[in-house]
């Protein structure tokens, strides 16, 4: 071969491995594998926690620090709150149109690539799953995991439910808020009998006890788990696959039943919300997350209350919330995988335990933040309570399944028609269980 012909052939040869090598940076640009240290990225980041902006912005604070940590000197995330009606669409919608975000809260069994309803988040990358399986408590270790993967963490810690006392209202009752405090559910049921006050024509002007009957049925049904399991019931099998003999098994028609009678002594469903009824004076106790403690003291510092670990009986469980957790997550369509993951590996660190949720009061989710010494945590209202929680044995969880929250908002609204009077306990939980086992085998 002439001297001419090979140059020109190793010219090729040079031209066409660049070509692959530019043709690779783009490919790794688009999922995120080129990003320099001193490169310009926009993140973003969607949550519909919208009841504390305050929260939404921590994560892109948190990430913000991250990256900077990291030695991303110019990587900035941005918070942006979507409204919690109808969220799920949108999320879906900006998804669909490549305008969603880099990292989200949601469900995993709602949307984790493999499996999901709505396929988008990406599992963790080794890294970023050993961190968090490495730092998480025990009592939130599987949230955010879904068909033995996980998929992201736990935005807070506070799926772990509480009763909030009014003090107040104790002492008007000639109770001692230190030592007269409900350990079960039945010394729930009087004390809330106790603490409610009537007029002269009997209708409830305090109640004892407010429950969620309001806001979807998600939400009711999130409320009234605690109760459920407690009392020895599930909603699905524990194989997952049928409702028929749990959700209406004859332990959770008395359990239901139990809480009607408790509603229909101590409650008064005019006062709307549990939350805003608290705050208002309205009702002396409730059940809510460890957030609402910080809410109250900053909206209502007139309601001297106290947080108290759920009451226990004989299944003495850890009251969650529901039957999957929020969590904080990667989208599959995010121009920078790498860089992402490498943050989320990054925010398993305790450091930002404290600034994910400190500006709203939240509490933390890992094992060396949850103590008394603590500064954060040590000091906030519900510290002992959470402390308390934590180490019972964990509840019955669903979220394996991504049909868990189409059955949570049924659940939820059936359970709201019989507070209401509107249907009676067995039949309705009969009708339940057969519309639940329907949307299970179509989910199959």
Same mark, same amino acid.
């Given at each position: 071969?002439?001297?001419?012909?090979?140059?020109?052939?190793?010219?090729?040869?040079?031209?066409?491995?660049?070509? !692959?090598?530019?043709?690779?940076?783009?490919?790794?640009?688009?999922?995120?594998?080129? *990003?320099?240290?001193?490169?310009?990225?926009?993140?973003?980041?969607?949550?519909?926690?919208?009841?504390?902006?305050?929260?939404?912005?921590?994560?892109?604070?948190? *990430?913000?620090?991250?990256?900077?940590?990291?030695?991303?000197?110019? *990587?900035?995330? #941005?918070?942006?709150?979507? /409204?919690?009606?109808?969220?799920?669409?949108?999320?879906?919608?900006?998804?669909?149109?490549?305008?969603?975000?880099?990292?989200?809260?949601?469900?995993?069994?709602?949307?984790?690539?493999?499996?999901?309803?709505?396929?988008?988040?990406?599992?963790?990358?080794?890294?970023?799953?050993?961190?968090?399986?490495?730092?998480?408590?025990?009592?939130?270790?599987?949230?955010?995991?879904?068909?033995?993967?996980?998929?992201?963490?736990?935005?807070?810690?506070?799926?772990?439910?509480?009763?909030?006392?009014?003090?107040?209202?104790?002492?008007?009752?000639?109770?001692?808020? /230190?030592?007269?405090?409900?350990?079960?559910?039945?010394?729930?049921?009087?004390?809330?009998?106790?603490?409610?006050?009537?007029?002269?024509?009997?209708?409830?002007?305090?109640?004892?006890?407010?429950?969620?009957?309001?806001?979807?049925?998600?939400?009711?049904?999130?409320?009234?788990?605690?109760?459920?399991?407690?009392?020895?019931?599930?909603?699905?099998?524990?194989?997952?696959?049928?409702?028929?003999?749990?959700?209406?098994?004859?332990?959770? *028609?008395?359990?239901?039943?139990?809480?009607?009678?408790?509603?229909?002594?101590? !409650?008064?469903?005019?006062?709307?919300?549990?939350?805003?009824?608290?705050?208002?004076?309205?009702?002396?106790?409730?059940?809510?997350?460890?957030?609402?403690? #910080?809410?109250?003291?900053?909206?209502?510092?007139?309601?001297?209350?106290?947080?108290?670990?759920?009451?226990?009986?004989?299944?003495?469980?850890?009251?969650?919330?529901?039957?999957?957790?929020?969590?904080?997550?990667?989208?599959?369509?995010?121009?920078?995988?790498?860089?992402?993951?490498?943050?989320?590996?990054?925010?398993?660190?305790? /450091?930002?335990?404290?600034?994910?949720?400190?500006?709203?009061?939240?509490?933390?989710?890992?094992?060396?933040?949850?103590?008394?010494?603590?500064?954060?945590?040590?000091?906030?209202?519900?510290?002992?309570?959470?402390?308390?929680?934590?180490?019972?044995?964990?509840?019955?969880?669903?979220?394996?399944?991504?049909?868990?929250?189409?059955?949570?908002?049924?659940?939820?609204?059936?359970?709201?028609?019989?507070?209401?009077?509107?249907?009676?306990?067995?039949?309705?939980?009969?009708?339940?269980?057969?519309?639940?086992?329907?949307?299970?085998?179509?989910?199959?």
């Amino acid at each position: 071969m002439k001297l001419s012909k090979r140059i020109g052939f190793i010219a090729v040869l040079i031209l066409l491995v660049l070509g !692959s090598v530019w043709a690779n940076g783009a490919s790794e640009k688009s999922t995120g594998n080129s *990003v320099s240290k001193d490169e310009e990225v926009q993140l973003m980041y969607w949550s519909h926690y919208g009841q504390s902006p305050a929260f939404v912005q921590a994560f892109a604070d948190s *990430v913000n620090l991250a990256a900077k940590n990291l030695g991303y000197t110019n *990587v900035t995330c #941005k918070a942006e709150v979507i /409204e919690y009606s109808n969220y799920e669409a949108k999320y879906i919608t900006g998804f669909a149109s490549n305008n969603g975000p880099d990292f989200f809260l949601a469900r995993p069994g709602d949307w984790a690539l493999d499996g999901g309803k709505n396929p988008i988040a990406l599992p963790l990358d080794e890294k970023a799953a050993k961190a968090w399986d490495d730092a998480l408590s025990s009592v939130f270790f599987n949230d955010g995991y879904f068909n033995g993967v996980r998929y992201g963490f736990p935005s807070e810690g506070g799926s772990i439910q509480m009763l909030y006392i009014n003090t107040d209202a104790m002492k008007d009752a000639g109770l001692d808020p /230190e030592n007269d405090l409900p350990e079960t559910l039945n010394e729930l049921k009087t004390l809330a009998e106790k603490l409610t006050i009537r007029d002269s024509s009997g209708k409830i002007i305090r109640s004892g006890f407010q429950p969620r009957y309001l806001n979807g049925g998600g939400n009711i049904m999130g409320k009234f788990l605690p109760y459920f399991h407690n009392m020895g019931c599930r909603v699905l099998s524990e194989d997952l696959t049928t409702s028929t003999g749990y959700i209406n098994g004859d332990e959770a *028609v008395r359990a239901v039943s139990w809480f009607l009678d408790m509603v229909e002594k101590s !409650s008064n469903l005019e006062f709307g919300s549990p939350e805003t009824a608290f705050q208002s004076g309205q009702t002396a106790i409730i059940n809510r997350e460890g957030w609402f403690a #910080k809410d109250t003291l900053d909206k209502a510092p007139n309601i001297n209350f106290v947080c108290v670990p759920f009451p226990s009986d004989e299944f003495d469980l850890a009251p969650r919330s529901g039957g999957a957790s929020w969590c904080n997550m990667v989208s599959a369509k995010t121009e920078y995988k790498d860089l992402c993951m490498e943050i989320m590996a990054e925010l398993a660190k305790p /450091e930002y335990d404290v600034t994910l949720h400190e500006s709203a009061g939240y509490p933390p989710v890992l094992t060396a933040t949850m103590t008394m010494e603590n500064e954060y945590f040590g000091s906030m209202p519900y510290a002992e309570a959470v402390l308390v929680m934590s180490d019972k044995k964990p509840s019955p969880t669903y979220d394996a399944i991504s049909s868990w929250s189409s059955i949570s908002n049924m659940s939820g609204d059936t359970l709201a028609t019989i507070f209401t009077g509107e249907a009676e306990v067995e039949p309705a939980l009969d009708s339940l269980a057969v519309r639940i086992d329907q949307m299970l085998e179509q989910s199959k």
